[in-house]
């Protein structure tokens, strides 16, 4: 299972409004009510442990459990690509840095996957980006100095991309990641 | 302009477009809009609920409860959105009161709407919906952000943040006539994980169900009795730096009336369930691309555009001077060419976003609107600001006209 080494700093989040900023860290295994502010809804959470994005290697057989996907390794010269297919017929690809952490999420497909599970405590940045962003229903995007996390697409085809900018191995270029 | 101001040259410009003939009025760049008619509704870009909107589409639709001639509403700042499928409505906006679907258990329906930048939960409910003068009897629409069902299945809500309420979703609902008939159809009739539908014992207790085609949310088009094969989104041409509003037609119908004749645009097919065509633009192919009101700018990459800084609007271009681009929209093939497929040259600018954005506080259309796509070597989304100074034709799945099958796009 996943330590608890996090190889990347983590900045603060930019946006103050952020209302429902969910707490990573929770105990692996048990439900969690979340009281949303400001919103008359509740949100059952299972929280996991294991986060991808940012997280050791091992997650992801974490996350291809969680996601009751297949798995096909593809080595590159500086990196590994892990695609998880799952059963809704959505891609996902990890990207590992040879040291063994995970630097970048891409998926793509008729549903989004489970966004929590894949990017862990950076889910957050994407709800928050999400509700401060112009773009509107169909696009995302979330462009900082050390995350940079973009969706688009609509009903049916869905695509996005979440990576870590200071851990993408040097020469790789973020074309590369989707 | 104060915000009088603001709503009084929306109001004039809504009288204008009213008055702008017996069948029609030419947007300032000639291309020829519906006047008034059973089968066109006024659809305008303008801030929306929320007055902050950019490049979204509204109407006004009435819903009534199935049957009912009292128990109705009319509902404005409703979004036009050809990217997705079905009428959903806000529960904060309705009034109405709407009979829940159920299934043989007496369970209720519900469904998780993912949208890329969130979710949107709630039971699915039956109404009978008038546009202008059509009318889609017990149509399958969905209800978001009902307080009956508070409680967000974990599957859903792990998909983004939820936009359950009008200050999040930035519209009173949505009208979605995309070409698919319903918004998933036969891959959610059977076990499926998708995750677009549940079944409610109690509204704590959602769980994953396959759903028949026959209960799911519906694009209302395909309901009416006539005029149900396609639609047509007539928008005006707008000055590059942009506009208080825009006002168009959604005109419904292609080849079923004096004023929907099909136009001489080359018919583009699409894949059947995504919509998509390709696109070629800057020497590269980008085999899943589409046309999209519920984009509100036009999506691609480019790396030699420099992107915007400022919080809020990182991934929109900003360049120095409003950028050309030439490219050929062609029917969908799946492969990485357009050679061999049928295709109709485009041209489009890019302005600094920033500067649309600060020029005028008061503009909600923005014709030259861009930003970045994530999987940057498959698509270029053709939002909003494709459609200004063009009528878009897009034929149903399962429709046929004069000229030719849906589902495609034409203009």
Same mark, same amino acid.
């Given at each position: 299972?996943?330590?608890?080494?996090?190889?990347?700093?983590?900045?603060?989040?930019?946006?103050?409004?952020?209302?429902?900023?969910?707490?990573?860290?929770?105990?692996?295994?048990? &439900?969690?009510?979340?009281?949303?502010?400001?919103?008359?809804? +509740?949100?059952?959470?299972? @929280?996991? $442990?294991? !986060?991808?994005? %940012?997280?050791?290697?091992?997650?992801?057989?974490?996350?291809?459990?969680?996601?009751?996907?297949?798995?096909?390794?593809?080595?590159?010269?500086?990196?590994?690509?892990?695609?998880?297919? &799952?059963?809704?017929?959505?891609?996902?690809?990890?990207?590992? +840095?040879?040291?063994?952490? @995970?630097? $970048?999420? !891409?998926?793509? %497909?008729?549903?989004?996957?489970?966004?929590?599970?894949?990017?862990?405590?950076?889910?957050?940045?994407?709800?928050?980006?999400?509700?401060?962003?112009?773009?509107?229903?169909?696009?995302?995007?979330?462009?900082?100095?050390?995350?940079?996390?973009?969706?688009?697409?609509?009903?049916?085809?869905?695509?996005?991309?979440?990576?870590?900018?200071?851990?993408?191995?040097?020469?790789?270029?973020?074309?590369?990641?989707? | 302009?104060?915000?009088?101001?603001?709503?009084?040259?929306?109001?004039?410009?809504?009288?204008?477009?009213?008055?702008?003939?017996?069948?029609?009025?030419?947007?300032?760049?000639?291309?020829?809009?519906?006047?008034?008619?059973?089968?066109?509704?006024?659809?305008?870009?303008?801030?929306?609920?929320?007055?902050?909107?950019?490049?979204?589409?509204?109407?006004?639709?009435?819903?009534?409860?199935?049957?009912?001639?009292?128990?109705?509403?009319?509902?404005?700042?409703?979004?036009?959105?050809?990217?997705?499928?079905?009428?959903?409505?806000?529960?904060?906006?309705?009034?109405?009161?709407?009979?829940?679907?159920?299934?043989?258990?007496?369970?209720?329906?519900?469904?998780?709407?993912?949208?890329?930048?969130?979710?949107?939960?709630?039971?699915?409910?039956?109404?009978?919906?008038?546009?202008?003068?059509?009318?889609?009897?017990?149509?399958?629409?969905?209800?978001?952000?009902?307080?009956?069902?508070?409680?967000?299945?974990?599957?859903?809500?792990?998909?983004?943040?939820?936009?359950?309420?009008?200050?999040?979703?930035?519209?009173?609902?949505?009208?979605?006539?995309?070409?698919?008939?319903?918004?998933?159809?036969?891959?959610?009739?059977?076990?499926?994980?998708?995750?677009?539908?549940?079944?409610?014992?109690?509204?704590?207790?959602?769980?994953?169900?396959?759903?028949?085609?026959?209960?799911?949310?519906?694009?209302?088009?395909?309901?009416?009795?006539?005029?149900?094969?396609?639609?047509?989104?007539?928008?005006?041409?707008?000055?590059?730096?942009?506009?208080?509003?825009?006002?168009?037609?959604?005109?419904?119908?292609?080849?079923?009336?004096?004023?929907?004749?099909?136009?001489?645009?080359?018919?583009?097919?699409?894949?059947?369930?995504?919509?998509?065509?390709?696109?070629?633009?800057?020497?590269?192919?980008?085999?899943?691309?589409?046309?999209?009101?519920?984009?509100?700018?036009?999506?691609?990459?480019?790396?030699?555009?420099?992107?915007?800084?400022?919080?809020?609007?990182?991934?929109?271009?900003?360049?120095?001077?409003?950028?050309?681009?030439?490219?050929?929209?062609?029917?969908?093939?799946?492969?990485?060419?357009?050679?061999?497929?049928?295709?109709?040259?485009?041209?489009?600018?890019?302005?600094?976003?920033?500067?649309?954005?600060?020029?005028?506080?008061?503009?909600?259309?923005?014709?030259?609107?861009?930003?970045?796509?994530?999987?940057?070597?498959?698509?270029?989304?053709?939002?909003?600001?494709?459609?200004?100074?063009?009528?878009?034709?897009?034929?149903?799945?399962?429709?046929?006209?004069?000229?030719?099958?849906?589902?495609?796009?034409?203009?």
């Amino acid at each position: 299972m996943r330590d608890e080494a996090n190889m990347i700093d983590r900045k603060p989040l930019n946006s103050p409004s952020l209302s429902r900023r969910l707490a990573p860290g929770l105990a692996a295994g048990k &439900l969690s009510l979340v009281l949303c502010a400001g919103l008359a809804t +509740t949100v059952l959470l299972p @929280v996991s $442990a294991q !986060a991808a994005l %940012g997280a050791p290697y091992a997650s992801i057989q974490a996350d291809q459990t969680e996601l009751h996907a297949s798995l096909k390794v593809t080595p590159r010269a500086t990196y590994e690509v892990h695609e998880l297919t &799952l059963p809704s017929g959505t891609l996902v690809r990890e990207y590992v +840095t040879t040291s063994g952490v @995970v630097f $970048a999420v !891409a998926w793509n %497909g008729p549903s989004k996957p489970n966004l929590s599970q894949l990017l862990g405590p950076y889910f957050a940045d994407l709800n928050a980006a999400a509700q401060t962003s112009r773009g509107g229903h169909n696009h995302l995007d979330l462009t900082r100095s050390d995350l940079v996390i973009q969706a688009g697409g609509h009903m049916r085809a869905f695509s996005g991309r979440a990576y870590l900018v200071a851990a993408i191995p040097a020469g790789v270029s973020s074309d590369e990641l989707r | 302009m104060n915000r009088f101001q603001f709503f009084l040259v929306g109001a004039i410009t809504m009288f204008l477009a009213a008055c702008g003939g017996k069948s029609s009025f030419s947007g300032s760049s000639g291309n020829p809009i519906a006047g008034p008619a059973a089968n066109v509704v006024t659809a305008v870009v303008n801030g929306g609920p929320n007055n902050n909107a950019a490049n979204t589409l509204y109407t006004t639709v009435t819903i009534c409860a199935p049957g009912s001639t009292t128990n109705c509403q009319t509902i404005d700042n409703i979004e036009i959105d050809t990217g997705s499928s079905g009428l959903r409505i806000l529960a904060a906006a309705l009034t109405a009161d709407l009979p829940i679907q159920m299934d043989s258990n007496g369970n209720s329906f519900a469904e998780c709407t993912q949208f890329v930048d969130g979710y949107s939960w709630g039971p699915l409910a039956l109404a009978d919906l008038t546009i202008s003068q059509e009318t889609a009897q017990n149509l399958p629409v969905q209800v978001i952000g009902d307080p009956n069902f508070a409680t967000v299945p974990s599957d859903c809500a792990n998909t983004g943040p939820a936009e359950d309420t009008v200050a999040a979703f930035g519209a009173n609902g949505i009208l979605g006539v995309a070409p698919p008939a319903q918004d998933c159809g036969s891959d959610c009739a059977v076990p499926n994980s998708l995750g677009f539908y549940y079944s409610c014992s109690s509204a704590t207790n959602c769980v994953a169900v396959a759903v028949p085609v026959g209960n799911q949310v519906q694009n209302p088009v395909t309901f009416f009795p006539t005029d149900n094969n396609g639609v047509i989104i007539e928008l005006p041409s707008v000055a590059a730096t942009g506009a208080a509003s825009a006002t168009g037609a959604l005109v419904f119908g292609i080849d079923t009336q004096s004023n929907n004749a099909s136009g001489s645009g080359t018919v583009l097919a699409l894949q059947t369930t995504s919509g998509f065509l390709s696109v070629s633009l800057n020497g590269t192919v980008y085999p899943e691309s589409f046309l999209d009101t519920g984009s509100n700018g036009l999506y691609f990459t480019d790396s030699s555009l420099t992107q915007c800084t400022d919080s809020g609007i990182t991934g929109f271009y900003c360049p120095a001077s409003t950028q050309n681009f030439s490219a050929t929209v062609c029917s969908y093939n799946g492969s990485g060419t357009c050679s061999g497929t049928s295709q109709q040259s485009i041209s489009f600018s890019v302005g600094n976003a920033e500067s649309l954005f600060d020029g005028n506080a008061t503009y909600t259309a923005f014709p030259t609107l861009a930003g970045t796509f994530p999987s940057s070597q498959s698509t270029v989304d053709l939002g909003l600001p494709f459609f200004f100074g063009r009528n878009v034709y897009e034929a149903f799945e399962g429709k046929s006209t004069k000229a030719g099958a849906g589902p495609y796009v034409s203009f």
